[in-house]
């Protein structure tokens, strides 16, 4: 008689190691729920590589940390742009660090919700741009794709991106939309002014767009006769004025800084003096009757348009090193010499300057005149009074901006070189909003390239489109015949 074959396991067996795998996979479920609930709750990003997800700067980890409201961050975009990738991981990131920002993707290109989004920002269709929407209880910003990076323009034959400015444009764009402070910027007229809501190539409807875009709204103060500028008036812009103040005029002007105004002051290339001249005396301010030339500095093919590249380390000037500003017939603004000054004098800092072959040319009569003094000329100051110099001013503190040139912001020369940025950075500084001066730098876009001869491409060719696709066939066909066998 044959041997029965021992059973392996017997029934308890079987059913204590069926137990087990039950239990053990049960055990890892519920591992792997916490994690994911954990990972929910205190939620930990870090960066494998420095182009992969970029850390925010300790500046915008503060502005998004002490968010109260809701905002809705909303990227408009065509995905397949290049951009995409960049602006999709920088708006994750955001959002992953405040439960305060709602972060939505949207491909303009699709029906339904982008046609819901260009209804309600009353964007046109079949214009689309890409974009990022900040929405904050019916303030919002748009930030465009084309603003978001900076280029390599010395090679004509090949414009390069070398900088992605998303960073500094979201955390302006977080501040500007959840502030709920709305601010009023009034703009003077009837003594020639540009004109702020106008869209002629001399208006600064342009401007003005920019104050509206920084929540900031705007109004007119026309006409400025001798009327009591208004309370709640945060920024008094005097753009390109060519008629003479009136002593009551001048004495309210005077009244407002007193009491802690803050000032735009952009004079036009005509010489005929309007008052302001002696009221920005007082505030220890040289405003030049002349005209600033720069044969180095001067455009090409336009020698009226200065290109000023010298700026100082100041907070409305910092970030624009490495820029420079378009300036029409500009004339010299800088600090008044004199003796020794009060504690409480106004603080008067040299802004933009000339190269070192700039000329101050006065007593100009028929287009030509003399030539005053050379070197390195001042055209444009920033003044500051209050309490404490240097640091953010309130109720008490005044601010003022001075430029020897009010053609540079207006329509036409808006968007030339740095001229937007600067309208920005003065404006904000003013205002005392430190957070939107632009101290979150650009990211440089780091470029590779790989070197290859000809014959090292065929080989590359050979390995890629024959060799690699050839040995996956072959595999396959032993497997094929293996099994057939």
């Known amino acids: 008689m044959a041997d029965e074959s021992p059973v392996s396991f017997s029934g308890w067996r079987r059913w204590s190691i069926g137990f087990n795998v039950v239990l053990s996979t049960l055990a890892l479920l519920a591992i792997l729920v916490m994690v994911n609930y954990l990972a929910l709750q205190f939620s930990w990003r870090f960066s494998l590589g420095e182009s992969a997800n970029p850390r925010l700067t300790p500046l915008t980890q503060r502005v998004i940390t002490s968010l109260t409201n809701t905002v809705s961050l909303i990227v408009f975009f065509d995905r397949s742009e290049g951009l995409f990738g960049p602006v999709r991981e920088l708006a994750k990131e955001y959002e992953a660090r405040s439960p305060r920002i709602k972060v939505e993707f949207i491909d303009y290109r699709m029906p339904g919700r982008a046609e819901m989004i260009r209804e309600k920002y009353k964007l046109v ?4 741009s890409s974009r990022v ?5 019916g303030r919002y910003k748009t930030i465009l794709a084309s603003e978001l990076s900076e280029f390599d323009i010395s090679d004509p034959r090949e414009i390069k991106r070398t900088a992605f400015k998303g960073e500094q444009l979201f955390t302006s764009a977080l501040v500007s939309v959840a502030d709920p402070k709305q601010l009023k910027a009034y703009f003077t007229q009837g003594h020639g002014e540009h004109d702020p809501a106008s869209t002629g190539d001399r208006a600064m409807s342009k401007f003005a767009q920019l104050l509206t875009e920084n929540n900031i709204e705007v109004q007119s103060l026309a006409p400025f006769n001798g009327i009591e500028i208004p309370s709640d008036c945060q920024l008094l ?8 103040f009136t002593s009551v005029e001048l004495d309210k002007i005077q ?11 952009l004079f036009p290339w005509d010489l005929r003096r309007t008052g302001l001249e002696r009221l920005l005396g007082e505030w220890n301010v040289e405003v030049g009757l002349n005209q600033v030339r720069d044969s180095v500095q001067a455009q090409a093919g336009d020698s009226q348009t200065l290109v000023a590249s010298q700026f100082a380390n100041h907070p409305v000037t910092r970030p624009l090193q490495r820029s420079s500003l378009n300036m029409v017939i500009p004339r010299s603004i800088g600090q008044r ?3 020794k000054l009060a504690a409480d004098a106004p603080k008067v800092t040299e802004l933009v300057f000339t190269g070192l072959g700039g ?3 006065g007593r100009i009569e028929n287009g030509r005149g003399e030539i005053e003094r050379k070197g390195a000329i001042s055209l444009a100051v920033a003044v500051e009074r209050g309490g404490i110099q240097g640091v953010n001013a309130n109720l008490g503190s005044s601010r003022l901006v001075v430029v020897g040139n009010s053609l540079f912001l207006s329509n036409v020369l808006f968007d030339g070189g740095a001229n937007r940025d600067f309208a920005h950075l003065a404006v904000n500084w003013l205002l005392s909003r430190d957070l939107l001066l632009g101290d979150v730098p650009p990211r440089a876009i780091p470029r590779y390239r790989v070197n290859v001869t000809e014959h090292q491409l065929q080989r ?3 390995i890629f489109l024959v060799i690699v696709p050839g040995a996956v066939l072959l595999l396959g066909l032993l497997v094929w015949i293996r099994r057939r066998s």
């Open 237 to 244: 812009i005097i753009a390109g004025a060519e008629k003479t």
């Open 337 to 339: 010499l004199q003796g």
């Open 133 to 137: 929407i900040f929405d904050c209880n």
């Open 460 to 462: 590359l060719r050979l």
């Open 255 to 265: 009244q407002y800084l007193t009491r802690g105004g803050r000032l735009l002051v």
């Open 125 to 128: 269709s079949g214009l689309d």
């Open 359 to 361: 000329e101050v040319v």
